[in-house]
């Protein structure tokens, strides 16, 4: 079970359910290592500009995050597995999760109820 006070959420990559996490720490390191900027990166995935290195790092780094001790070489036979497009719709869905504003949501909840 995941904790999204904690950041975490689950990513769903083909029969298997992982717990990801993706930290402060975690998102300057996927930055550092693609040399891109973390929003650029999510809009390139959105406009399908992704490379392959691009989701075995961000991946590795969730699932890190989550608990999971995964290498490359582990999470690059899991992207063979799931296939590039799959793979790249888990990594958008989480890096939404991971940069939306979670205090508006609680914000718009507070008024819906009032």
Not at 20 to 33: F, G, M, P, Y
Not at 42 to 55: D, E, G, M
Request: hydrophobic share 40%; proline share 1%.
């Amino acid at each position: 079970m995941t904790n999204p006070l904690k950041g975490q959420i689950e990513v769903t990559l083909g029969s298997k359910t992982y717990k990801a996490r993706l930290t402060i720490d975690s998102l300057v390191k996927i930055e550092e290592e693609l040399d891109t900027g973390i929003l650029e990166l999510a809009q390139n995935i959105a406009l399908a500009k992704v490379r392959i290195r691009t989701l075995l790092v961000v991946l590795r780094h969730s699932l890190r995050g989550g608990g999971n001790d995964f290498d490359d070489k582990k999470v690059g036979q899991i992207i063979s597995d799931v296939g590039i497009v799959t793979a790249s719709t888990e990594v958008a869905k989480l890096l939404v999760a991971t940069l939306n504003d979670n205090d508006s949501d609680e914000e718009d909840k507070k008024k819906a109820i009032e």
